[in-house]
């Protein structure tokens, strides 16, 4: 079993919907989890983290963490064509290492 | 604020050349990572310095791979002799180190290396 687990998609939704983008972890003591969107030949860039259960809102992207479900998940409101990507789940260790999930492509159809 | 910057953007060799990878993190950021990722797989870590120490390299593939970080600024990751299964794009990230599990990574471009 992986230690990070997503959906490798497709994801496709309509400009304006709500894209919903899930990750799964196997180690019940991970704290952090990183979600970055990846454009096509360009540097992975940090969405959002979180680390304490619940949500976590930053204009448009809302994280969610469950750890007793081993599950992290954002949720992109009013997805518009520009986010259009891949976007790659990590958690990190005590050590800093961050473990990556094999990412999600979504995309947004005008 | 200059970011994570990566030098070659792009590097085509054959099978038993070497080649040489430059990182040059975040001006002030102690920790600087490589990660890799092959075709059709997740970005795999390979190891971690804080400042000149590797402080963890147990996702380096063996012994063809060298990283260096001399006076704890800017890193190098050679490859000699390279081989096929080593292509892919090579990311360098640094962060701050204040922050533990919380600590941000910074990603550079990448190095999409191909080996013929």
């Known amino acids: 079993q992986k230690e990070v687990e997503q959906n490798s998609g497709p994801l496709s939704v309509p400009e304006g919907a709500i894209a919903s983008l899930n990750c799964t972890y196997s180690d019940r003591g991970s704290q952090s989890f990183f979600w970055y969107r990846q454009y096509s030949g360009k540097s992975p860039e940090l969405i959002m983290f979180?680390?304490?259960?619940g949500d976590k809102e930053d204009g448009r992207f809302t994280a969610q963490l469950n750890k007793a479900s081993q599950y992290v998940s954002l949720l992109i409101r009013d997805s518009q064509p520009s986010d259009s990507a891949t976007y790659l789940c990590a958690e990190i260790n005590q050590g800093g290492k961050l473990i990556f999930g094999q990412g999600t492509e979504l995309s947004v159809k005008p | 604020e200059a970011g994570v910057t990566q030098f070659p953007s792009h590097s085509v060799i054959e099978k038993g050349q070497t080649v040489t990878l430059r990182c040059d993190p975040i001006s002030g950021h102690d920790n600087l990572y490589w990660y890799r990722r092959v075709m059709g797989k997740e970005i795999k870590f390979l190891l971690h310095?804080?400042?000149?120490?590797?402080?963890?390299e147990s996702g380096m593939p063996n012994n063809r791979f060298l990283a260096e970080r001399t006076g704890g600024t800017y890193s190098t990751l050679k490859v000699q002799p390279a081989e096929l299964e080593d292509s892919g794009v090579y990311f360098c990230?640094?962060?701050?180190?204040?922050?533990?599990?919380?600590?941000?990574?910074?990603f550079g471009p990448g190095t999409r290396l191909t080996v013929l």
């Open positions: 990230a640094s962060s701050q180190g204040s922050s533990g599990v919380k600590d941000t990574q910074y």
């Open positions: 979180i680390y304490s259960n």
């Open positions: 310095f804080v400042k000149e120490s590797k402080q963890d």
